[in-house]
């Protein structure tokens, strides 16, 4: 069975950085695009960035875009998301999800995981 678990999550000052990760807990040779999306408090789910499986093309939402850094570690089935110079506006939920092909929109993910906590503070 299908199922990304999130890791990586916490408490950090303005401008420190965190590195989460996504892995597939079904222990599957995965070969899924991996997208990152986010909820902040009383805010629409948001992309964040996306991976394509094979981990040539990558995309990145305008307000993370040369802060954010997603790669995937293919020996580990693992997807990175390296997070730089937060702002307390990041903080929110940070969800991964699998998909058979790479697309920002979050409706055309069938799988997710359970999320993990980003605090910014400033």
């Known amino acids: 069975q299908v199922q990304p678990v999130e890791s990586g999550g916490g408490l950090v000052q303005a401008g420190g950085s965190l590195r989460l990760s996504c892995t597939d807990s079904g222990v599957t040779e995965s070969n899924y695009a991996v997208g990152w999306f986010r909820r902040a408090p009383g805010k629409d789910l948001e992309f964040v960035a996306t991976i394509s499986g094979n981990g040539a093309m990558t995309r990145y939402s305008d307000s993370v875009k040369g802060r954010f850094t997603i790669s995937r570690d293919g020996a580990k089935n693992t997807v990175h998301l390296q997070m730089n110079a937060l702002k307390p506006e990041d903080t929110a939920v940070y969800y991964c999800?699998?998909?058979?092909?790479?697309?920002?929109?979050?409706?055309?993910?069938?799988?997710w995981g359970q999320g993990t906590q980003v605090t910014v503070s400033s």
């Open positions: 999800a699998f998909n058979n092909y790479w697309t920002p929109i979050a409706s055309n993910y069938p799988y």
